[in-house]
């Protein structure tokens, strides 16, 4: 076990950040609202604002850890960016354009713009105006089919990716000028146009979700709803793909808390860990919250198969795996849903700790750091 804190806050969160400084955490308790707790002196979690501006549910929150501010989008269509100011957060409504809910926002990684998914099938890149003191946005349209579900920046701060319930992860240049400077960019980036579709990756045929870089950018991942992982490795016009597929149910989520180590997040409410061996290749290793290890002998016939299982009401007992442990009820920290996974302390390029947020209402923060069995 390697969870530390467990803390119910809730009957239901849908998502959830961290202060720069890990005081305090700012949630959304399945509705309107965005709540803030700050941990006191005497170690106790102790309530202290409730943002209130949306008009349905918050579905996406990111709290920026070097401007301390707060973004928020909501299904009622709107994005707000959050300041504190003395001992209030006062808000201030960002122009989206969208017809349909925003679904996801996440700061990029100079936090001068944040990129908001919706279901408009469209990607909103937001930046501030100084001239006119208040955030705008620009849209990538019409290279969506369907709701965009996920977004994540790459460490060039141009690069955004996108995962859609069209099932597919698309990859596109975010530059703005004005906002972002050419050197950032690779000598083959320099022509790459605001909106433009560098890559499409058509590895599922399911929805898509919970697209993340790695620590250098230089691998993709993002889960199926098929009970599947991609890794994508050398994005551009000749990707290398790899797929893996697991027992038990699909991934919402994903981190990387290495740079050949991830761990993925969903409805089998345990966090289940992959990583690459000495030859690139990627395999699930084991559960974070039991201690046995998987063999290396995965056998492909029988995760699929168990995977129909399971969509068509069959028992699991009629399958035969060894990769994974035979009994795969809850009997663990999260009792529903896992819906995200938020790193906590990095120390060189390395999560030792983060945190995950579910549909039962709690905020978990799991240890990496002394656990010996767990090799980083």
Partial sequence: MSAIEVHQFAQCITCHAWSPDQTMVAFC?????????????????????????????????????????????SHDRNSYVWNQEASEWVPTLVILRLNRAALCVKWSPKENKFAVGSGAKTVCICYYEQDNNWWVSKLIRKKHSSSVTSVAWHPNNILLATTSTDGKCRIFST????????????????????????????????????????????????????????FVDDVGPSPSAQSVAFNGLPLRDVLFVSERMLVGVGFDCKPMVFAADERGIWNFVRLLDQRKLAPSGTKYGSQISEAFGKFYGQSKST??????????????????????????????????????????????????????????
């Fill in 175 to 230: 530059f703005i000028k004005g906002v972002d400077s050419r050197e950032s960019l690779s000598s083959s980036s320099l022509d790459m146009k605001f909106g433009e579709q560098i890559v499409q990756l058509d590895l599922s045929f399911s929805w898509a979700f919970g697209v993340k870089w790695s620590p250098s950018g230089n691998t993709l991942a993002y889960v199926g709803h098929n009970s599947m992982i991609y």
């Fill in 319 to 376: 399958v035969s795996n060894d990769a994974v442990e035979p009994s795969r009820s809850h009997g663990g920290v999260h009792e529903n849903c896992i819906n995200s996974i938020v790193p906590l302390k990095i120390v060189d390029g390395t999560v030792k700790r983060f945190s995950s947020s579910g549909l039962d209402g709690k905020v978990v923060v799991w240890d990496l750091e002394n656990q010996p069995e767990f090799s980083l």
């Fill in 29 to 73: 308790p399945n509705n309107t609202e965005v709540h803030i707790y700050n941990k006191s002196s005497q170690g106790k979690w102790e309530r202290v604002h409730i943002l209130q501006k949306h008009d349905q549910i918050v579905s996406g929150i990111d709290w920026s850890a070097r401007s301390n501010k707060i973004v928020t989008v």
